[in-house]
C-alpha cells in the first residue's frame, strides 16, 4: 500500500509537470504578472471530499501500515495573487493506529495551509487551463482518542480538473508528520498519509485581469519615448508623419469628446419633443457591469420621456466592450451582463417585456477610444 501512494503521487506530479497548458503571447514567451489588485472578496475557494486515512510508522517503531475510511475534509480557501494563497482546513472521522488496533478511531485535524498554485507559477497564469496543480504545506492541531492534542505538520499535492464553471473535481495526496512518543510503540515520528476526492467550488469573481500599465511598462514607454525622440532627430520625415498621426489621433477624440457633450447637452433640454429619436449611450466604469448614480439618472430620465410620449414603444437593447483589456470570454459575459442591466432598469419602468429586445454584442469596436465602447445602446424602433 506504501508503494501504490508513493507510485500514484510520483505519477500525478511528473505527468502534471509535462502536461500542462502556458500562457504565451504573441511571440511564444509565457507571460507572468502584472494583475490587478485582489479585492478582499475575490478569488475564494470552498472545497469538500470524502477519502481515506492512514498510519505509518516512519522510524523504529512497530505497527506498520494501516487505512481507516472514511475521511471528511473541508476547507475555505483564498488566492492572493495566481500563485499564493491560504486556507483553513479540518479533516476527520477516522483513523485506525497501528495492525494492532481493531477499531476506528476518531480523528480530527485541524490546520492552517500554505498554498502555492504551481501551474501559474512555473506556466504563467491561463484562465481557462482545464488541469492545475497546487502544493500545500501547513501546521495544525492534530487531536485523536489515543493522544488527545498534538501538534503536526502536512504537505501535499491537490490536482484541480475545472469541470464546470467555477466548479473543479479534486484529487489531493499528502500525508501529516507528528511526534511518534505519543501513540504507544510507534518510532520518534508518525505520519498519516491521506487521499481525498471532493469539489472545490469557486466564490465571488475568480479569475485575474491583467493591468494595462505596470512599473515595468512605464519604464519600457519612457525608453521607448527617448528612442523616438532620438529616432526623430535623425529622420525628420519619419517624425513628421508621427506627429501628424498624432494630430489626426488627437483630432478624432476631440471629435468624440465634442459628440458626448452634444448627447449630455440634448440629455439637459427641457424640450423633450424629438429628443430621443436618436440611440441613447449609456456608460459603464472599465470592467463593471452595474451603473454609476449619474449614468442610471441619465438613463431613466431618457426613458421616462420616451414613455410618456404615450407610445407603444419598443426598445433595443445592445450592450458592448472595449477590447483592449480583459479575454474575449469575459468581454462576452460583461457586454450581456451590462445589458441586462438596462433591460432590468427598463422592465422596472414599466415597459413590457415583449418590446424589450436584447442584441449580442458583435465583439467590434465602435469608437477609437477604449472608454466609449464601454456602454449599452438604447434604441426606439
Known amino acids: ?197 471532493g469539489l472545490g467550488i469557486d466564490l465571488g469573481r475568480n479569475n485575474w485581469t491583467r493591468v494595462s500599465t505596470t512599473a515595468a511598462a512605464a519604464a519600457a514607454a519612457i525608453a521607448a519615448a527617448q528612442a523616438a525622440q532620438k529616432a526623430a532627430e535623425d529622420k525628420v520625415a519619419g517624425a513628421q508623419k508621427a506627429a501628424d498621426d498624432a494630430n489626426a489621433a488627437a483630432k478624432k477624440a476631440q471629435d468624440e469628446a465634442k459628440q458626448l457633450v452634444d448627447e449630455a447637452k440634448k440629455a439637459a433640454s427641457t424640450n423633450v419633443e424629438g429628443l430621443f429619436d436618436e440611440p441613447v449611450v449609456v456608460y459603464f466604469t472599465i470592467g463593471k457591469s452595474t451603473l454609476s448614480k449619474t449614468e442610471k439618472a441619465h438613463a431613466e430620465y431618457a426613458i421616462k420621456n420616451i414613455i410618456s410620449r404615450g407610445e407603444n414603444v419598443k426598445f433595443t437593447l445592445n450592450g458592448s466592450a472595449d477590447t483592449g483589456t480583459g479575454s474575449k470570454k469575459r468581454n462576452e459575459q460583461l457586454s450581456k451582463e451590462r445589458a441586462q442591466t438596462v433591460y432590468n432598469l427598463v422592465d422596472e419602468l414599466g415597459v413590457s417585456r415583449e418590446n424589450i429586445t436584447v442584441v449580442e454584442w458583435d465583439g467590434s469596436e465602435r469608437f477609437a477610444t477604449p472608454e466609449l465602447n464601454r456602454a449599452v445602446i438604447i434604441e426606439k424602433q
Open 1 to 197: 500500500m506504501k508503494k501504490i501512494f508513493a507510485i500514484a503521487a510520483a505519477l500525478l506530479i511528473g505527468v502534471a509537470a509535462f502536461a500542462q497548458e502556458t500562457n504565451k503571447d504573441e511571440n511564444g514567451n509565457t507571460k507572468f504578472g502584472g494583475y490587478e489588485t485582489n479585492k478582499f472578496l475575490d478569488n475564494w475557494t470552498l472545497g469538500v471530499g470524502v477519502g481515506v486515512n492512514s498510519t505509518w510508522d516512519l522510524i523504529g517503531g512497530n505497527e506498520g501500515f494501516t487505512v481507516a475510511f472514511p475521511a471528511v475534509q473541508v476547507d475555505l480557501g483564498k488566492w492572493f495573487t495566481p500563485e499564493f494563497g491560504a486556507r483553513l482546513s479540518w479533516r476527520g472521522l477516522q483513523n485506525k493506529l497501528g495492525k494492532s488496533a481493531t477499531d476506528n478511531e476518531a480523528f480530527n485535524y485541524i490546520k492552517v495551509d500554505g498554498l502555492v498554485h504551481l501551474s501559474n507559477l512555473f506556466a504563467g497564469y491561463k484562465e481557462n487551463r482545464f488541469w492545475d496543480v497546487i502544493f500545500l504545506g501547513g501546521l495544525g492541531d492534530l487531536i485523536d482518542d489515543a493522544a488527545g492534542h498534538e501538534w503536526g505538520m502536512e504537505a501535499g499535492i491537490q490536482n484541480n480538473f475545472h469541470v464546470w464553471p467555477k466548479v473543479d473535481i479534486n484529487l489531493e495526496l499528502g500525508g501529516n508528520l507528528a511526534p511518534g512518543a505519543r501513540y504507544g510503540n510507534f518510532g520518534k515520528f508518525v505520519t498519516f498519509p491521506y487521499a481525498v476526492v
